[in-house]
């Protein structure tokens, strides 16, 4: 886990915010610590469906890189994963995992914040990075398109 | 159900498999029974492990009618949709699944040809469809790449 790619992440959720999309940032980094890319959610100006943050950042990476595994590197996404991009992480067979804001982020102002991490099938699956940050940025957008 | 839609979805299938794809054909159909978008695997062409049939198509379907939303779209495919799928049908809001092949394909040897159907969180979740044809196109792929 490394701070400086979260906040990669966390700047590039802002910026979603801004337009409109739902603001959710992604940064896919390989064994080097290198980034090789990143993205943020984009569903509403591309009309996908499927254009959250983690899977374009997966099929920028895996079309940079002529491959459909990205073994080895390490994903930082501003909001919990959902089912969807799971799947892919899984798929693509990526094993540290780390978040901010918690997928309940609505609920936030009902808890105090917390920086705690959680092993989930033998993968490194922590959350819970720049969290107020990465929720509240959510809980905003929520709020504007209400 | 309309077999015509799963006999086109094969016929994708076959074209995919000509083409060294996981042979995997997909139809997105409208409530009025339009065909708005078909496609096949093309994971390897695109370097893309998100290319999936059934993603393809639903990227399609939203990119032409400008939405992220399919309600009322039934979808047949000759597989089983994966995990990462489902969570996108499920998302974009299709109710109507219909299948070809079980996602275990590969074991149909040892059974004898079904064509039963289950019934899935209140979605109508059919499969079994062209089972023989769907299943052995993906069986001989595995087998052309081993």
């Known amino acids: ?16 915010f801004k337009n409109n999309e739902i603001p959710v ?13 990143s993205s943020s959610n984009s569903m509403i100006k591309n009309h996908d469906p499927t254009s959250h943050a983690e899977i374009v950042a997966i099929r920028k990476a895996c079309k940079k890189l002529k491959t459909t595994k990205l073994l080895n590197f390490s994903i930082y996404t501003t909001l919990e994963p959902c089912k969807m991009c799971e799947s892919v992480i899984i798929n693509v067979g990526i094993k540290k995992i780390y978040f901010g804001a918690y997928s309940d982020a609505i609920k936030i102002h009902e808890r ?3 920086n705690y991490f ?3 099938k033998n993968y490194e699956f922590l959350g ?11 809980i905003n957008a929520l709020e504007k398109n209400r």
Chains 1, 2 share one sequence.
């Open 112 to 114: 105090k914040l917390r």
């Open 128 to 138: 819970g990075f720049y969290e107020k940050e990465c929720s509240e940025l959510i």
């Open 118 to 120: 959680y092993h989930y």
């Open 1 to 16: 886990m490394n701070e400086h790619f979260m906040k990669i992440a966390l700047n590039l959720a802002k910026k979603s």
């Open 25 to 37: 940032g992604c940064v896919l980094v390989d064994e080097s610590n290198k980034i090789i890319s």
